[in-house]
């Protein structure tokens, strides 16, 4: 088990840009698949980002090329930078951290998630 807690989260303009931070105590992440994925009002979770222990990553379709996500092992944190906002970027977002068992993501932890709300 491994405790996350996102920060960075707030209320910017479209086109503007916000960096999300998930930092983790009680585990070493590096052995971990870590991931973003958000919540908005009334929609199902979906996937934002992930980023393997070897530093590969994959993105949401909605997000490709203006989100990346990052690690840094040595401070047990992964970042979540964001540019060119739009308001369906809107939610809440939850870091979380775990295994792939097969194509199966299986969760180790979770944060409580951090609002991000972009004004038109």
């Known amino acids: 088990q491994v405790d996350l807690v996102e920060s960075g989260g707030g209320l910017v303009q479209s086109g503007g840009s916000l960096r999300l931070a998930c930092a983790a105590s009680?585990?070493?992440?590096?052995?971990?698949?870590m991931g973003w994925e958000r919540q908005a009002p009334e929609k199902q979770r979906e996937l934002v980002a992930r980023?393997?222990?070897?530093?590969?990553?994959n993105y949401g379709d909605s997000v490709k090329g203006r989100f990346t996500i990052s690690r840094d092992n040595a401070k047990n944190t992964m970042y979540l930078e964001m540019n060119s906002l739009k308001p369906e970027d809107t939610g809440v977002y939850f870091c979380?951290?775990?295994?792939?068992?097969?194509?199966?993501?299986?969760?180790?932890?979770w944060g409580q998630g951090t609002q991000v709300t972009v004004s038109s």
């Open positions: 979380n951290a775990g295994i792939l068992s097969g194509s199966i993501f299986v969760a180790r932890g």
């Open positions: 009680g585990s070493d992440i590096s052995m971990y698949v």
């Open positions: 980023i393997d222990s070897g530093g590969s990553t």
